[in-house]
T-cell receptor, first 116, second 115 residues
Framework: GAVVSQHPSWVICKSGTSVKIECRSL??????MFWYRQFPKQSLMLMATSNEGSKATYEQGVEKDKFLINHASLTLSTLTVTSAHPEDSSFYICSAPRTGVQETQYFGPGTRLLVL | GQQLNQSPQSMFIQEGEDVSMNCTSS?????WLWYKQEPGEGPVLLIALYKAGELTSNGRLTAQFGITRKDSFLNISASIPSDVGIYFC???????????????FGKGTKLSVKP
């Protein structure tokens, strides 16, 4: 079964509004979560690393004020797309590593964002 | 960012045929993961590999961690229509200092299966 959930699965919003996407690890704690963006027919592009208890780490070229990340608890990270514009329309996917003897990274089902 | 070299980019095969795809890197990895992504969904983990030379199966899928630690392959035997999707390899290096690096993804192999 799913080990990482995302909500909502899709959202349509007007240009200028803000959209919040939640990512939850379901049966394990994750001090780190990752946010990816995927354009059609392309691979996943890492946007930022969400760190519980500290600031997120953003990849080069990703605006931290545009994509706000909050790692509220050991099972929840949120990505807020602020003042969304049509070019922000994309498929956003989170992932969380389940650590142990061997670390494995699980992905959420993704959130489709369409900004009109 | 850095990406792995994954090939082939796409495959169009007949149901029942075997499939092979691979990923190579110029860097040494300590983890290889293979994912399948269907349209509108997040990637689903298929097989995880942690040791050089490791050969792991998951049903009709078999993946191997290359001896050089710079490559991995995924085989699908006796393909069926529901195998359709995009398959991604992902690798992780150990950073200097011993911490785990971020996952690096291949560009994906799009598999189409004709019934």
């Amino acid at each position: 079964g799913a080990v990482v959930s995302q909500h909502p699965s899709w959202v349509i919003c007007k240009s200028g509004t803000s959209v919040k996407i939640e990512c939850r690890s379901l049966d394990f704690q994750a001090t780190t979560m990752f946010w990816y963006r995927q354009f059609p027919k392309q691979s996943l592009m890492l946007m930022a690393t969400s760190n519980e208890g500290s600031k997120a780490t953003y990849e080069q070229g990703v605006e931290k004020d545009k994509f706000l990340i909050n790692h509220a608890s050991l099972t929840l990270s949120t990505l807020t797309v602020t003042s969304a514009h049509p070019e922000d329309s994309s498929f956003y996917i989170c992932s969380a590593p389940r650590t142990g003897v061997q670390e494995t990274q699980y992905f959420g089902p993704g959130t489709r964002l369409l900004v009109l | 960012g850095q990406q792995l070299n994954q090939s082939p980019q796409s495959m169009f095969i007949q149901e029942g045929e075997d499939v092979s795809m691979n990923c190579t890197s110029s860097s040494i990895f300590n983890t290889w993961l293979w994912y399948k992504q269907e349209p509108g969904e997040g990637p689903v983990l298929l097989i995880a590999l942690y040791k050089a030379g490791e050969l792991t199966s998951n049903g009709r899928l078999t993946a191997q961690f290359g001896i050089t630690r710079k490559d991995s392959f995924l085989n699908i035997s006796a393909s069926i229509p529901s195998d359709v999707g995009i398959y991604f390899c992902a690798g992780r290096r150990m950073n200097y200092g011993g911490s785990q690096g971020n996952l690096i993804f291949g560009k994906g192999t799009k598999l189409s299966v004709k019934p």
